[in-house]
């Protein structure tokens, strides 16, 4: 009993329990979301393999040091800021990418009252809808594969350059036309801005995104790619199965009918409701 009461009076007796401010709790939970972003960024690219491999030398080390293998432990030290310099390299595509994604991310816009930039009545026209929407499902019945872009705010241009520009006003029969088999102008995505399609055959960029299906072609991995880096939405059809499907925000929803189509591209439409053109009127009244 003795023992007992001097380990408590030793390493108990000066113990305290911290006081948790409200604003410990609030870092506490952001620092959670940080990481837990992190390891997601990290498990859907190819730094989930580095960490891997980051992790077996750092066991090694420790073994290393364990037994005091001084020439060992020498070397570890003078090459860690060479190897931190060669995974921010090797890094680089991903790196860009997630800071791309945060950028898209509209924090500023979502705080402020109100935003300068939108359109009330939208992107794009309900018949430019219309007419996706039906080119799409036309195609998919004989199987004609098709990857059409549908931009947003960020700009395609860079996309836009490595095709040739066809300005012209979205319609399914255009749409058809040009992903016709043996045509000049079939092979490559289509990209929409607004109610007019820009450029035909542009070059996409592929998405390395370890967790898409096997079976994908690069049809799918170039919608998907594109989504990654921009806030564009692409619809993909098969020229397999003639499914549509469509890559946003990263994420690929496969095998939509005409309704979950419509609904996708109504998202990011950005078409005001009548309720938010009141609220936004009287907003603007307000200020005079």
């Known amino acids: 009993m003795d023992r007992i009461n001097t380990f408590v ?41 580095l960490l891997k491999g980051v992790v077996t030398i750092m066991l090694f080390l420790v073994v290393a040091a364990y037994f005091e293998m001084s020439t060992i432990l020498w070397i570890a030290n003078n ?35 109100f935003d300068s930039n939108k ?3 939208g992107l794009f026209s309900d018949k430019t809808i219309n007419e996706i929407v039906k080119a799409s499902f036309e195609m998919g019945k004989v199987k004609t594969g098709a990857l059409i872009v549908v931009g947003q705010k960020l700009s ?12 012209g006003i979205v319609s399914s029969q255009l749409l058809i036309n040009i992903f016709e088999h043996n045509t000049p102008l079939h092979d490559g995505a289509v990209i929409i801005r607004g109610d007019r399609i820009i450029s035909a055959t542009c070059y996409l960029p592929l ?23 921009t806030d564009s939405l692409t619809i993909i059809v098969s ?12 994420e690929l929803y496969r095998g939509l009918d005409a309704d979950g189509l419509r609904e996708k591209l109504q998202l990011v439409q950005n078409k005001q409701t009548n309720e938010e053109k009141k609220r936004r009127f009287w907003k603007g009244r307000s200020k005079e």
């Open 9 to 49: 009076q030793t390493y108990l007796g000066s113990a305290r329990i911290p006081t948790v401010r409200w604003e410990d709790i609030v870092e506490i939970l952001i620092i959670s979301f940080l990481v837990y972003q992190i390891m997601l960024w990290i498990k859907n690219t190819k730094a989930w393999a």
């Open 79 to 113: 090459v860690i800021y060479i190897l931190a310099l060669g995974i921010i390299i090797v890094l680089q595509p991903e790196l860009r990418r997630a800071l791309e994604q945060l950028g898209r991310q509209n924090i500023l816009s979502s705080l402020l009252p």
């Open 119 to 121: 359109i009330e009545d």
């Open 156 to 167: 395609l241009s860079e996309f836009e350059r490595t095709g040739i520009e066809v300005d």
């Open 207 to 229: 998405s390395d995104n370890m967790a898409l299906s096997k079976d994908l072609g690069t049809r799918h991995r170039a919608g998907v790619g594109i989504s990654e880096i």
């Open 239 to 250: 020229e397999e199965t003639g499914k549509v499907s469509v890559a946003y925000r990263g």
